[in-house]
């Protein structure tokens, strides 16, 4: 069986809620991510995406010091690492999500899942399938 724990992407890019936006958009646009988990002490607190960040940063042009707490989206959608890959493939599907935050107990990410990593262990398991 595929799992999320076998196939996500391990410390993933963070950024805190009281990051500038502004620094925030540089730094997720210089490792070319489309979005990142918004933590503090190891649990996650919301997501922000690369648009989320585009936008503010065009709206505090004239008013600095907008944090990305002020943009991020609480309580994502969040996955566990057991969860299959198939049913995190569908609740990404559905929401026409471009990644998933992999939360542990207590709130703790462990990760991220990608699109990309949701096709690499495709790919994995097709490799490894008798039927080629």
């Known amino acids: ?3 999320v724990k076998d196939n996500m992407t391990r410390d993933p890019f963070t950024v805190r809620p009281g990051e500038d936006v502004r620094v925030a958009f540089s730094r997720i646009t210089d490792l070319m991510v489309r979005q990142a988990p918004v933590v503090e002490g190891g649990k996650l607190l919301g997501i922000v995406t690369d648009r989320d960040l585009r936008l503010a940063v065009a ?20 996955v566990s690492p057991d ?3 198939k049913d995190a493939a569908r609740v990404i599907s559905r929401n026409k999500f471009n990644a998933l935050p992999v939360v542990g107990p207590g709130g703790a990410l462990e990760g991220m899942l990608t699109t ?3 096709l690499n262990g495709l790919v994995r398991a097709l490799d490894q399938s008798p039927n080629e």
């Open 59 to 78: 709206e505090t042009v004239d008013s600095p010091g907008l944090t990305v707490a002020a943009v991020m989206t609480p309580e994502p959608v969040t």
């Open 83 to 85: 969860t299959t890959l």
């Open 116 to 118: 990309t990593d949701i």
């Open 1 to 3: 069986m595929l799992l």
